[in-house]
């Protein structure tokens, strides 16, 4: 199966190929920028074109605290309205909140702007023609509004990203759901076996799982729409677990241990708690209840069902079901990345 078309390995924080698209990105006008917001990290594609992706989370600051920020590579420094703001691994390490813990459409007037750059050799105004962004529902009228505030054409905004000041103006901002890239992208490039069947996309992100199949025309199934917590729940159950299993006297952190699941190694901590026996028993039944919703919402449409593309940062934990359907459940290269690159191919 043709997995890996056109898909770039990345360092998990910042691509160093640059992404072919159909757009240029020269002079003032950058016509067109894709950016995930997601719940665990924030993706972008810069204004080289190259994949950005740090850590979702956000820490405001107050004018003391922020005289005493030091440049961090997977943050980025937000000043906007007289508000300060930092983004990414460092507002991880100051104690910030975690995108997943609120809604990353109400917060995404703050993250985008990670995204909002001029272009290089030109002075601080950018003119964005359109901003795709990312979302769970795009029927959902409040999570729609919140994002298409960020357009504000004719007008323009002044903020300050890392120390330089920027002035831009958003034309249009095209809310798209989460998986009907992937579908497109997938459907494009060969990743179906049975493109003139019905097919399907399952997204596992930390705040939820959204599973989901399409017509060969492109046309969402509705009453087949599956849609799960994401690993944010199993954080929890883990964090529950590991605190009474080791006497905690405090509640372990949901972000370290979802940390520490994508790196592989299940230690928590500067005392590298080892939880991999809560994982694998959390994990398995996660996997289950997961399968056994999808299996029930599904069944009639199983017959006709072609592929089923995994994607997001947790895929991973689609792992048995892939291995049990013969890899009719299947995950590509980077996962993660996938829906993002998807976004940048749509027309």
């Not at 190259?50 to 922020?66: F, G, M």
């Not at 076996?193 to 019905?198: G, H, S």
Request: charged share 25%; with cysteine.
């Amino acid at each position: 199966m043709n997995t890996s078309a056109h898909m770039q390995p990345q360092n998990g924080y910042q691509g160093n190929k640059v992404i072919d698209l159909q757009y240029p990105q020269a002079g003032q006008t950058r016509p067109r920028i894709v950016f995930d917001g997601g719940n665990r990290f924030i993706k972008w594609l810069d204004e080289a074109n190259k994949l950005r992706c740090i850590p979702s989370c956000v820490k405001e600051l107050t004018e003391y605290q922020w005289k005493r920020l030091k440049y961090d590579p997977q943050s980025v420094f937000i000043e906007i309205d007289g508000r300060r703001f930092v983004i990414g691994k460092l507002a991880q390490e100051l104690g910030g909140e975690p995108t997943f813990q609120k809604s990353k459409c109400e917060l995404a007037e703050i993250l985008v702007l990670v995204a909002i750059k001029p272009n290089p050799s030109f002075n601080n105004y950018v003119r964005v023609e359109r901003l795709a962004i990312a979302l769970p529902n795009s029927l959902n009228d409040d999570d729609v509004a919140a994002v298409r505030r960020i357009a504000n054409h004719p007008l323009t905004r002044e903020f300050v990203r890392n120390g330089h000041e920027i002035t831009y103006t958003v034309c249009h901002v095209e809310p798209i759901d989460e998986t009907y890239p992937a579908f497109l992208y997938a459907q494009k490039q060969g990743f179906y076996q049975f493109p003139t069947a019905k097919n399907a996309v399952w997204d596992i992100g930390g705040g939820t799982s959204i599973a989901r199949i399409y017509t060969p025309n492109g046309t969402l199934i509705h009453d087949a729409e599956v849609i799960l917590p994401g690993t944010k729940q199993l954080a929890q159950q883990i964090a529950s677990e590991l605190k009474e299993v080791y006497n905690l006297d405090y509640s372990p952190g949901l972000p370290e241990i979802m940390d520490a699941i994508e790196r592989r190694d299940y230690l928590y901590g500067i005392d590298s708690l080892d939880f991999w026996e809560i994982y694998d028993r959390s994990t398995s039944s996660w996997v289950e209840a997961a399968r056994s919703e999808i299996r029930s919402k599904w069944t009639s449409h199983m017959p006709q069902l072609g592929h089923v593309l995994v994607i997001g940062g947790s895929a991973e934990l689609a792992r048995p079901i892939c291995e049990a359907t013969g890899d009719r459940f299947f995950i590509p290269e980077q996962p993660q990345f996938f829906n993002l690159i998807a976004m940048a191919h749509m027309d």
